[in-house]
């Protein structure tokens, strides 16, 4: 069986990534999560201040420009994708060792596959 | 799990930050050893897969919903040191762009769910890697049991700061058990999320995965030395 490429695996968990934040996010479950539950439970959900950034265009993972909550929503978690792509794909580029492998304990796999995709 | 503004004082966030800007400068320097020109794209690609997973809240019990934290999934796939780095800019866009987790509270947010998940979740698959067979199916397993670990020891860690500066008085052993039963249910999510998505990037391009790389080493080194290694 021939291996995907790199390139074919970064796109496929770029596409997983996209779809999860941008389609499958309208589905997850809008209870509140375990530590506001807990903190409603144990009596200090009332000490929650107000976000300094709760005015935001995306606040809340919704898009206050867009009026169709499931889009609303989809854009919002798109370009939440997108952003922390290009921070830290940005910022991961600069800190790698350039032209050099990284740590490896022992030389690379002889079943390495090459790129097939250019 | 992302604490708001106000669960916790002024002093201990300011103390949570100190040490989240002190981890994340450790694992700026870290991440080097980690990432080459063949692995760095993948940290990118990891970060905004944690964040995507983060909007899925799924169903734990009556009335509460948990969400993947993602420190144990980026540690075994990119490294430690480069989870750290992801989950926090995960953490500082939330915050930012979506107020999702108090601004005073991000180095909270960072040192709990970003540098405990990692160091947890990292040390833990590295402890079950010593232990079980080495096989490159043994990763996303090992992963998984990480990432549910990783779960509750971020609760107990939050137990822990709000006993040194929560603003509401509170019986501590009530908010342990409390903290403690929700999360080990989110921590089986967790788990569950870990192993499928380890497990699918292991069943394509097993050389991607960091926690792999020496089981992998290891597989090369045995084949090489067959001959002499089944005398011995």
């Known amino acids: 069986m021939r291996r995907p490429g790199t390139r074919t695996v970064l796109l496929g968990v770029l596409v997983v990534s996209l779809l999860l934040a941008g389609v499958v996010s309208f589905y997850a479950a809008s209870a509140p999560d375990g530590l506001t539950k807990v903190s409603q439970d144990q009596g200090f959900a009332d000490t929650e201040t107000d976000h300094a950034a709760g005015d935001g265009p995306f606040a809340g993972y919704g898009s206050s420009f867009i009026s169709d909550e499931r889009l609303s929503g989809g854009v919002a978690g798109v370009v939440g994708v997108l952003v922390v792509l290009a921070l830290a794909g940005g910022l991961t580029l600069l800190v790698r060792r350039r032209g050099e492998p990284a740590d490896q304990p022992v030389d690379q796999p002889a079943d390495e596959p090459v790129d097939q995709d250019r | ?232």
């Open chain 2, 1 to 232: 799990m992302h604490v708001p503004d106000g669960f916790l004082d002024a002093p201990t966030s300011v103390g949570t930050g100190v040490v989240a800007a002190a981890a994340v400068g450790l694992a700026l320097r870290g991440a080097r050893r980690e990432l080459d020109d063949r692995t760095a794209p993948l940290a990118g690609l990891v970060a905004a897969f944690v964040f995507a997973t983060q909007m899925l809240n799924f169903p734990v019990a009556a009335g509460t919903t948990g969400h993947l934290m993602g420190g144990a999934i980026a540690a075994v796939l990119v490294g430690p040191w480069t989870g750290v780095l992801c989950t926090s800019v995960v953490f500082v866009v939330q915050a930012l762009l979506f107020a999702d987790g108090g601004i005073t509270a991000l180095g909270t947010n960072i040192v709990l769910m970003g540098v405990v998940t990692c160091a947890v979740g990292w040390g833990v698959f590295r402890l079950l890697q010593a232990v079980l067979p080495k096989r490159v199916s043994m990763v996303p397993l090992a992963a998984g049991i990480g990432a549910f670990v990783s779960v509750p020891a971020a609760a107990l860690v939050f137990v822990g700061l709000y006993a040194v500066g929560g603003v509401a008085p509170l019986p501590l052993d009530n908010l342990t058990t409390a903290m403690l039963g929700v999360h080990l249910l989110i921590g089986v999510g967790e788990g569950v999320i870990t192993f499928l998505a380890v497990g699918s990037i292991i069943a394509v391009r097993p050389d991607l995965v960091h926690g792999a790389r020496r089981v992998l080493a290891q597989r090369t080194l045995e084949v090489r030395t067959s001959p002499t290694a089944s005398a011995a």
